[in-house]
């Protein structure tokens, strides 16, 4: 048996991990897309390193697009197999493969009308919604702790996870040589504890062999008392006494809902200034719409809340924008207001519009509240970069930049190693670190190690290991 890594391999995103069982049944751990502007990332995207018609079964952790959106690519191209995951993960994919089939069509068109200028060939899309439509046919979910037997060797168990709605940790008992099991965990990402939203990360079953995350392996998050303190001063700073807009890119699912939530309680309590706030995605109207139906995914403490206030994502003040002609209009708005918008990492939808149009007045605010790949442009803008180029134009940054790590969905090396402590180091033979930077990944590596971990390797693409 072996595991060879395609993707998320000494770099955060584009997550595709697959087993060799003995008997020549191949697995693949997610399908996910390459973002941001990392070199050949067009060429990963479009050659996956394998043939998706040698794949038997793939088992989808969560369905951020860095971890499910090459799957219509993959059916694209032959797949045929079952596809396993969450009930909550399915009903994501089902907007979220949308979208993006949608976004590369829309981002395509305005490329290729500058390529034929240049009589250029055009660009083809990865996929398309027909695509997308079958790869949807294939998926069969599984509830938290439930074990399914896919077939005569393979036994798979989905925990929670605690990172998006319906995000999992894949537990896989695979038969081996002289009828022995291999134990198989793989973290997908880790969520926070303590989310305002969500359940905290699960244990998980003893393992033989870890694929584990590391995109935070060498930070912590502030805690959240200070974070909530910070947002409403950064509000206050720039929409009250500046007069002027907080741009907030944030991804479409949890993060989004994450703040409005916080906003939410803040209009109950009195603590919101009169301030109108719009959410401009629709990708997020859509995933707010799921997450309303998905409450199994809720921490306890958000129930409660949710007795008291049945719409936790709506409020006085509060508009969800969908139309295009309405997003527009919100560049010509003079008033103080708060746009939260796609992506999170800014490299793609209507937030680039919103940072461009916003990006050189020195009265707004840019707030990141989550994980940007360093090659992005919500990274630059947050390693302080004065002079970006956002649809091929330059435009100096003259708006406050700010962070909150805090509201990241992944979890610090604090917060991991927490979720490690169901396991015993001695009987986990392997780890292999994916999903993070390399940097990150030594300092994290170490950290294990301090642990008692040992045998800790951070692949390379492409990179194959023996499983025994």
Known sequence: MDIQFFGAAQMVTGSKHLITTLNGTKILLDCGLVQGHIQQRDDLNRHFGFDPKDIDYLIL?????????????????????????????????????????????????Y????????????????????????????MEVLDYEEELKIDSEIKLTFTDAGHLL???????????????????????????????????????????????????????HAIIGDAEKELFSIITETCVNNKGKLIIPAFSVDRTQEIIYLLDKAVNEGRMPNIKV?????????????????????????????????????????????????????????????????????????IKHHISNNIENPNNTILFVGYCTPESLGGKLKNGEKLVRIFGEEYAVKAQIKKLDYYSAHADYEEILKWLACQNP????????????VKTQDIFKKKLMEKGYQNIHIPYLHEKFELQ
């Open 278 to 350: 719009f959410v401009d995605s629709p990708l997020s109207v859509k995933a707010t719409d799921v997450m309303r139906k998905h409450q199994e995914c809720y921490r306890e403490e958000f129930m409660e809340y949710v007795h008291k206030d049945p719409d936790p994502f709506g409020f006085k003040n509060l508009t969800y924008v969908s139309d295009l002609e309405m997003s527009k209009a919100l560049n010509s708005l003079e008033e103080p207001c708060i746009i939260i918008s796609a992506s999170g990492m800014a490299e793609a939808g209507r």
């Open 426 to 437: 001695k009987k986990i033979r392997e780890i292999f670190l994916v999903h993070g930077e």
């Open 111 to 138: 490329v290729n009308k500058r390529r034929l200028k240049k009589d250029l060939v055009a660009i083809e899309p990865l996929y398309e919604m027909e695509d997308v439509e079958k790869a949807l046919s294939l």
């Open 166 to 220: 319906g995000s999992a940790c894949v537990n896989l008992d695979i038969k081996s040589a002289n009828n022995k099991r291999i134990k198989i965990a793989f973290s997908g990402d880790i969520g926070r504890y303590n989310d305002s939203i969500l359940r905290d990360p699960q244990a998980f079953p003893q393992c033989d062999y870890l694929i584990c995350e590391s995109t935070y392996g060498d930070r912590l």
């Open 61 to 109: 952790s969560h369905g951020h697009i860095d971890h499910s959106g090459l799957i219509p690519r993959l059916v694209k191209e032959g797949f045929n197999g079952l596809i396993f995951c969450t009930p909550a993960t399915k009903s994501l994919c089902e907007i979220m493969l949308a979208d993006s089939a949608h976004i590369q069509t829309a981002d395509l068109k």
